[in-house]
């Protein structure tokens, strides 16, 4: 079972920057795919970002491509996602999830295990 806990989130300006941390534990983390997804009032959760076990691959949502960059670093068990540029429609509760498996998954039904999600809001 693995236990997933975000970090970072806040209140930042349009235009700023504000980078996510998810630490990982019990579980083999490099065994692990890592997603970011993340859901705003009254909408759908969506994926923003994955990524493959290794690192090497990688998936963006097009609202986010070129602003934001995951990461990951298997020595500390923890997946980062830098935002950079951000806008008021990021506005949203961040969560990250974990599956076994060895491609950047980008659906929701295709995690097994999230954590309890990090709040960013996005003033204009």
């Known amino acids: 079972q693995v236990q997933l806990v975000e970090s970072g989130g806040g209140l930042v300006q349009a235009g700023g920057s504000l980078r996510l941390s998810c630490a990982a534990s019990?579980?083999?983390?490099?065994?692990?795919?890592m997603g970011w997804f993340r859901q705003a009032s009254g909408k759908e959760r969506e994926c923003v970002a994955s990524i493959s076990r290794s690192g090497v691959l990688t998936y963006y949502a097009d609202s986010v491509k070129g602003r934001f960059t995951i990461s990951r670093d298997n020595a500390k068990n923890t997946v980062y996602l830098q935002m950079n540029t951000v806008r008021p429609e990021d506005t949203g509760v961040y969560s990250c999830a974990a599956r076994q498996g060895g491609r950047a998954y980008y659906t929701v039904d295709d995690y097994a295990y999230w954590g309890q999600g990090t709040q960013v809001t996005v003033s204009s």
């Open positions: 019990g579980g083999t983390f490099n065994n692990y795919a």
